[in-house]
């Protein structure tokens, strides 16, 4: 194939993808979001041996160098909003990725990997080996119609690729012709069935027409991943990576979902569980106010002090979602004075001589037991820079800053086992964490409360939360409540008329 001919089809090619990418997806994409019933940040990764592997996906959950300003907030979204169990556990046959497969296996298995996951948005693309193996179009056409559709059904949001280019096309155009019907056939699934399209072969191709098989390719057929650009977005990275290319597409894509989409409509979820929250919310989580008290409780366990009786009772619910009634109920209590903050729980259990715990050491496996947790972070601000505490019925206690790292918060807590059920309370002094001027103090801080009940017996694990996390992660800072303290100033915001 001479230079001539090479760069007049490159060309067609672009335009025809400006065209598909032009395709308005973003109304069509809300209605499909709005009929979403599964958990808030879960991305599915379908395809084969590009998608199944390590290099794809998995690395955005990690730090990156030389990522584009206006994306180093979509990448601290991306890392706060996909659920833990998406990055690397859901690389699996079972969770519908595997090598040297094709679409005739996707269409094949979509059914039950979206009634297995029922992920919010699905990354999607089969093709690679439909070059050399089959089918081709237009029954890959129809194959990958029927996963895009399948997808849409469930109230997914399906992101599609388009494949990579393959190496022994260079110079060959009957080769390019025939890999470049796979590329223009995906592009026509998302035109038809207006949903979002990462056009990778026209990227890999605009950034090196020439020498893609020596730079974007790492063999005939996958993307290269050289070491030097792992987790690297910088222009050159982007020409010499394929798997870092992808990366880059993706977090760009998922971005430009969330903001309009996922961010403009609440899923069929979310407004079940708005809805099961009776108090005041503000930007759709719970609005709560920490009371302010001159006397300080008894830190004993006992929750018979004045400063508990001027504090409203808050009712958690069930942490992932479901807007089923807690089996064990547990409600939450929050007070302070200008130096400590002071958290209450009262939580209801049949049989106290059950109860799963133990005296621990400072900061050893208190999850593991029957467990209360306080997440507390100044600001509206949805990050992991928040201070976390976790105490068992044996007032054994861990603390930490963002889920992880090592802090000494001087926490008190003492906990009190009692018929029916058992009780906390827990003293966080404020000026054992970084907070900013006082003026600040006034404004909302994101908090949440939970309440973990490990499986015993015939009884199966129940987690709850002040604010669900949709997730079977209580780090979820997105989907914490907001909360204003008294003693600072603060108020919740008046609420609309209904």
């Known amino acids: 194939m001479n230079a001539t001919r090479f760069t ?4 067609a090619l672009v335009i025809a993808a400006s065209v598909a990418a032009g395709q308005d997806w973003v109304e069509p994409m ?23 592997t390590m290099a794809f996906f998995n690395p955005l959950q990690a730090d990156v160098k030389n990522l584009p300003k206006d994306l180093v907030g979509a990448h601290q979204w991306l890392r706060g909003y996909v659920q833990p169990r998406c990055w690397a556990a859901w690389k699996d046959p079972a969770f519908g990725n595997n090598g040297g497969t094709t679409s005739a296996w996707g269409k094949a298995g979509i059914g039950q990997w979206l009634k297995k996951l029922n992920p919010e948005v699905a990354l999607v693309m089969w093709g690679t080996n439909d070059t050399y193996a089959g089918p081709r179009p237009p029954e890959y056409t129809d194959n990958m119609r029927a996963i895009i559709q399948a997808c849409l059904d469930n109230g997914t949001v399906p992101i599609l690729y388009t494949i990579p280019p393959v190496g022994n096309q260079t110079g060959n155009a009957r080769q390019t012709a025939h890999v470049e019907s796979f590329v223009q056939a995906a592009r026509e699934v998302a035109a038809e069935k207006k949903v979002p399209l990462i056009d ?30 792992q ?4 222009d050159e990275a982007l020409r010499n990576s394929g798997y870092t290319l992808r990366n880059y597409l993706t977090l760009k894509a998922l971005w430009e979902v969330q903001q309009k989409v996922l961010s403009q409509v609440k899923s069929a979820r979310t407004a079940a569980v708005e809805l099961s929250w009776k108090g005041p919310t503000f930007q759709g989580q719970p609005a709560v106010l920490v009371a302010a008290v001159k006397e300080a409780p008894k830190i004993d366990g006992v929750l018979d002090d004045a400063c508990w009786k001027r504090a409203g009772a808050l009712d958690m619910r069930l942490l992932d979602g479901d807007t089923r ?3 064990y109920p547990t409600q939450a209590r929050l007070a302070a004075t200008d130096k400590v903050l002071y958290v209450a729980f009262r939580c209801a259990e049949p049989d106290v001589s059950k109860l799963i715990s133990q005296k621990r050491d400072r900061d050893a496996n208190v999850w593991e037991d029957d467990s209360v947790e306080v997440f507390l972070k100044c600001g509206a601000e949805a990050s992991r820079q928040y201070y976390h505490v976790i105490v068992n019925p044996d007032a054994s206690i861990l603390d930490d800053f963002g889920g992880g790292t090592q802090w000494d918060g001087g926490i008190q807590a003492a906990a009190h086992r009692d018929k029916g059920f058992w009780s906390v309370e827990i003293a966080l002094p404020l000026a054992k964490m970084d907070l900013p001027d006082k003026a ?5 801080w994101r908090l949440n409360l939970t309440r973990a009940r490990p499986a015993r017996g015939d009884t199966f694990t129940e987690e709850t939360a002040l604010s669900p996390t949709e997730s079977t992660s209580s780090h979820v800072p997105g989907r914490f409540a907001y909360a204003w303290f008294e003693v600072f100033g603060g108020k919740v915001p008046a609420q609309p008329a209904k």
Request: net charge positive; aromatic share 12%.
């Open 8 to 11: 007049t089809g490159m060309l």
């Open 325 to 327: 009634k807690p089996t």
């Open 231 to 234: 987790r690297d977005f910088s």
């Open 30 to 52: 809300k209605k499909v979001h709005a009929r979403f019933t599964g958990q808030a940040g879960t991305v599915a990764q379908f395809g084969d041996s590009i998608t199944i």
């Open 440 to 444: 600040r103090l006034k404004g909302p």
């Open 200 to 229: 990778f072969y026209k990227e890999m191709m605009s950034r090196q027409p020439t020498d893609f098989a020596k730079t974007l390719l790492g063999d005939n057929l996958h993307p290269s991943y050289p070491g030097q650009y």
